[in-house]
């Protein structure tokens, strides 16, 4: 069995005198130990929320969390608030966007790294001091001994994220979460980040579930790779075999609308028609249809479902891409 | 403060070592040695000047007419405010901008707005850089109104329309106000106020990196056909290498405030010398699997060093996994010509090409 | 195209359909249209619209000359009585015997009239200073915010107090003048501050970039965006104007002539029989805390409308 189910995660956000948005609707994959598992898509998609909604941070009021996210088969939407705290940290963990944000200001970055270890693995002061400087090292953080006394405006943007993945790991998590862990940085220190994110999946078998907007992020990190459009799943598949040939029309859009360094100056890229607001919804028929350049008339009359249509790879759409792409365009493999 | 208006027209006031040369193949833009120092204040009455950001710090490139320049670089290696000192919206320490023969470090006032005409910016911040008060139509004839090109009501609406419509919008975007648009509506309305006063330079800053991945391709693809269309000269800053590629004729790479390489893009892409430019293509992630699996990767260690107190010799030498001691961190290494049009600052980017230098594989990993 | 129903906006669907007519929706139309809906705005501008009115009717209403010491002969110093509701003076009179519910009535108009004046002095001299200060920046910054600084460091009333004193004759006219240069140096700081935000701004940084004159740069498009504090500052402040006012009347450097009611002024005049009479005082005290109220709700109603995290 996987790690971590999720399986049909819904949430909604009900507010007083405006309309219900439906953040995420009916989302399900698995996670499994020492795999790496991509929630893609843009603004708006819901992977964010996906994430929240997994971890149990979401804010309790105004937001409805529907379906069954189980970790080792307990599951923990249903769990008791005090009991998801002490899983939360201990079993799973989380690397935001923003590291200056996610940081305390006024604490120094060793006591917020060994409070988390003396909370949640009963580690006296002094063993905690230690194994945090061990941590900031396994991170790659020089002078580990110094750092652990400074405040996080003190660190550079990169050594913010990695005293922040520090933290994260400070409890051995079984599953990390990582929201756009690498969007505020430098491609230098981009680069730096994936290579350790990468190393700890390797080394330590936790499941990570990476979540960004970045398709060359996903290629170079994720084992398998679930694409979001409107707050549903509308493609989830093995990374080559998603990049060799995607089959939703969104896929292969986002796909052909990226500059890549190792394509030619000059050809003019295929963008996607519209924005992210030219949605309808789901209960009309296909979210993506109104910009669409697949889209057949029972596109916007009848919603598609997620089926399966091979071993590993799921599809919700009427009007695929055809295979034949795959045989063809990859020389080597 | 001396107003030099009028003199650089005289076309000998701007030493050029090429000697007198056509308007036709005279670059549009000129940078020589330009440098933008900023003076860090300290003082509770009196502000005392306690150091200096060096921003930018002695760069000389060419933009020829028509062609895409493209600036790539990290945060804090002063490629923003290079494209702003261009556009004079900040001022030069020293050296010089040569705008088509006139020099524009030192004019100011009056000549200097009427000479904003010629070049333009676009934004990085669709929703911050557009007023939030003005409606589309007002921020469109603002311009026109500011260069006297507000020519008879009839006129100018053609005009508007026609701007709307190049870069894609309907006419009914007029009377609407900037929040009421997606991000990448806002850049075209951002574009279209660029081009409404007939610039031949748009200085444009991250112009998409605001931008979903979807919509991006739109607005680079408008960028490109309005160059095709009016024969503009861009100045593209960005710090996403992909796009710099996608649109560039020609790549300079900053760091530390210095340019450390340029060449044109299919060679920089193809044969990087510096070894910062190796380890930022390195580090560019792929969409391909194939590729990301089987690339070779260049790790920096650490961060960009301070523009405040940038180390001695090679601005990069603190970083660099081939740096040579007693030389790399005594002389700073002047940009050489390697090969035609490809320019390098690095004392040993043969040796590193040729892999005759130990110590780049201590920084490579798989 | 594809049929089905629209979320959001859809502009390019718009100039399919040949544009819908309508015109964008600008930032005050979309303030205004929350505004509406706005309990606390509502409650305030009720109160405020009922304290105008009245200002403007009260001529009418009032059923006597409040300058006339109409009950004169029910007054008497030596046992300390004042005059007792009854039949055509449903308030009874004040100490010197004249009509109070006339006097209240008329009083607004007084009221209304020093609150205004001084908020609006205030906030004109203000508003230059701030835009002096904040639209050239430099020295001109340095000198103006260092007097301003000098005037913020003495506490307000004190200030209203010692600028009061210093005219020979008391009158109403030197209440206004008290009152509007304790608010000039709070309005100034206020709008120099807006307007250094918007100077390092973006959108200014792209007018300027436009070629815009830099006079066009401040009124266009510095000001309009840096008012929005200032607006809702100033309707706070003609609470505080309104108080101001009261207090300086009740140390006694108000108007040295009484014979046209004012409430602060009314308010300070009573303070001798607040233990024997404690209504002489309610009523002014009572009219001037509700009308700084719906000053106050529109204020921070309106704070809330135009903050621009909180649009659509």
Redesign the interface.
């Known amino acids: 069995m996987a790690l971590l189910q999720v399986r049909d995660l819904s949430v909604r956000f009900v507010r007083k005198q405006e309309p219900t948005v439906s953040a995420v609707d009916g989302v399900s994959f698995d996670v499994q130990a020492g795999r790496t598992v991509g929630l893609v898509g843009e603004s708006g998609c819901g992977k964010s929320v996906t994430s929240l909604a997994i971890m149990g941070l979401l804010p309790g009021r105004g937001t409805e969390v529907s379906g069954s996210v189980r970790l080792d088969g307990d599951e923990l939407l249903r769990l008791p608030r005090r009991e998801l705290d002490r899983r939360r940290g201990r079993d799973m963990s989380m690397v935001f966007q923003d590291p200056l944000t996610s940081l305390n200001p006024v604490v120094p970055i060793g006591v917020q790294i060994s409070e988390v270890m003396e909370r949640h693995r009963g580690m006296s002061r002094r063993v905690a001091r230690g194994e945090a400087a061990k941590l900031l090292e396994r991170v790659g953080i020089p002078d580990p001994g110094r750092r652990l006394k400074e405040y996080s405006h003190q660190l550079s943007g990169g050594m913010r994220q990695r005293a922040l993945i520090a933290m994260a790991l400070a409890c051995e998590p079984r599953v990390l979460v990582a929201d756009e862990p690498t969007t505020a940085l430098d491609v230098t220190i981009q680069a730096q980040i994936l290579n350790l994110l990468r190393e700890l999946v390797a080394e330590t078998g936790t499941a990570l579930i990476m979540i960004t907007h970045d398709l060359g992020v996903v290629a170079g990190t994720c084992d398998e790779v679930n694409v979001l459009y409107a707050g549903r799943i509308v493609e989830s598949a093995e990374r080559h075999e998603l990049f060799a040939g995607p089959r939703h029309p969104y896929t292969a859009g986002l796909m052909a609308s990226v500059p890549r360094l190792d394509t030619p100056r000059g050809n003019r890229l295929a963008p996607i028609s519209g924005s992210v607001e030219d949605n309808i919804p789901w209960e009309d028929g296909c979210a993506f249809s109104p910009r669409c350049s697949r889209a057949l008339p029972r596109c916007s009359e009848r919603t598609p479902e997620i089926e399966p249509i091979e071993a590993g790879r799921w599809l919700r759409c009427h009007n695929p891409i055809e295979e034949h792409a795959r045989n063809t365009e990859r020389p080597h493999d | 403060m001396t107003e030099t208006t009028g003199e650089p027209n005289s076309g000998s006031a701007v030493p050029d070592g090429a000697g007198a040369q056509e308007p036709a193949d005279r670059p549009l833009v000129e940078l020589r040695d330009l440098r933008v120092h900023f003076p860090i204040k300290r003082g509770v009455l009196l502000d005392r000047t306690v150091g200096w950001v060096y921003a930018v710090d002695g760069v000389s490139l060419r933009i020829d007419r028509g062609s895409t320049y493209g600036l790539v670089g990290?945060?804090g290696c002063g490629k923003s405010t290079l494209g702003?000192t261009v556009?004079r919206?900040e001022k030069p320490s020293s050296g010089s901008i040569v705008l088509d023969g006139t020099d524009m470090s030192r004019v100011s006032g009056e000549p200097l707005?009427?000479?904003?005409?010629r070049m333009?910016?676009v934004?990085q911040?669709t929703l911050?850089?557009?007023?939030?008060?003005?409606?589309?139509e007002s921020l469109l004839v603002?311009?026109l109104r500011?260069?006297g090109m507000d020519e008879g009501r009839g006129r100018t609406e053609r005009r508007l329309r026609e701007l709307l419509s190049a870069v894609g919008?309907?006419?009914?975007?007029l009377?609407?106000?900037p929040?009421?648009?997606?991000?990448?509506?806002r850049q075209r309305v951002?574009i279209a106020?660029?081009l409404a006063?007939e610039p031949e330079l748009v200085v444009a800053d991250e112009p998409v990196s605001a931008l979903?991945?979807?919509?991006?391709?739109?607005v680079?693809?408008v960028l490109?056909d309005l160059q095709d269309e009016y024969g503009l000269t861009y100045l593209v800053i960005a710090?996403?290498?992909?796009?710099v590629?996608?649109?560039?004729?020609r790549v300079g790479v900053m760091y530390l405030g210095g340019l450390v390489e340029e060449a044109d893009?299919?060679e920089l892409?193809e044969r990087p010398l510096h070894p910062y430019t190796r380890?930022?293509?390195?580090?560019?992630?792929?969409?391909?699997?194939?590729?990301?699996d089987s690339r070779e990767?260049i790790?920096?260690s650490?961060?960009?060093p301070s523009p405040a107190d940038p180390p001695a010799g090679c601005p990069f030498q603190t970083r660099c996994p081939w740096r040579q001691p007693g030389v790399c961190d005594v002389e700073r290494p002047e940009p050489r010509e390697l090969g035609e049009g490809h320019r390098v600052a690095c004392h040993y980017a043969e040796s590193i090409r040729d892999g005759a230098l130990p110590g780049g594989s201590a920084g490579t990993?798989e | 195209m594809v049929p089905g129903t629209q979320r959001g906006k859809r502009i390019d669907e718009l100039a399919e359909s040949g544009s819908d007519g309508s015109a964008g929706i600008s930032l005050a139309a979309s303030a205004w249209r929350r505004l509406r809906r706005s309990p606390t705005f509502l409650l305030g501008a009720g109160i405020i619209a009922a304290f105008v009115l009245l200002a403007l009717v009260s001529p009418l209403l009032a059923q006597h000359d409040p300058a006339l010491r109409l009950l004169e002969d029910q007054v008497s110093r030596a046992d300390n009585s004042i005059p007792e509701p009854q039949g055509d003076f449903p308030l009874g009179g004040d100490q010197y015997g004249r009509p109070l519910l006339s006097r209240l009535l008329l009083g607004s108009q007084q009221t209304l009239l020093v609150a205004l004046t001084a908020t609006v002095l205030g906030l004109g001299g203000g508003l230059t200073l701030g835009i002096l200060a904040g639209a050239f920046g430099g020295w001109v910054d340095t000198v103006v915010m260092r007097v301003v600084d000098v005037l913020l460091s003495v506490p307000s009333l004190l200030l209203a107090v010692s600028i009061g004193a210093l005219f020979q004759q008391q009158s109403r006219f030197t209440v206004i003048i008290a009152v509007a240069t304790v608010q000039i140096p709070i309005f100034g700081r206020l709008l120099r501050g807006t307007m250094l935000a918007q100077r390092a701004s973006d959108h200014v940084l792209a007018a300027r970039a436009l070629g815009v004159k830099q006079r066009s740069v401040v009124f266009r498009h510095m000001l309009p965006n840096a008012l929005g504090p200032v607006v809702v500052q100033a309707t706070l402040m003609l609470a505080v104007a309104i108080i101001d006012a009261a207090a300086l009347s009740f140390l006694g450097l108000g108007a040295a002539d009484t014979s046209t009611p004012e409430w602060g002024q009314m308010l300070g005049s009573a303070q001798n029989f607040f233990d024997t009479h404690p209504h002489l005082a309610f009523w002014p005290a009572g009219c001037i805390i509700v009308v700084a109220l719906g000053f106050t709700l529109v204020g921070e109603s309106l704070r809330d409308a135009l903050d621009p995290k909180k649009r659509r």
């Open positions: 990290e945060s702003k556009l919206l707005r009427r000479m904003r005409r333009q910016m934004f911040d911050s850089s557009l007023d939030p008060r003005q409606s589309v603002e311009g500011a260069h919008l309907p006419a009914s975007a009377r609407r106000y929040h009421e648009f997606s991000g990448g509506q951002g106020r660029a006063v979903d991945v979807s919509v991006q391709a739109q680079l693809n490109r710090h996403d290498l992909a796009v590629r996608h649109v560039a004729d893009s299919d892409y380890a930022l293509l390195s580090a560019v992630p792929v969409p391909d699997p194939e590729v990301e990767r790790l920096l650490g961060d960009l990993v």
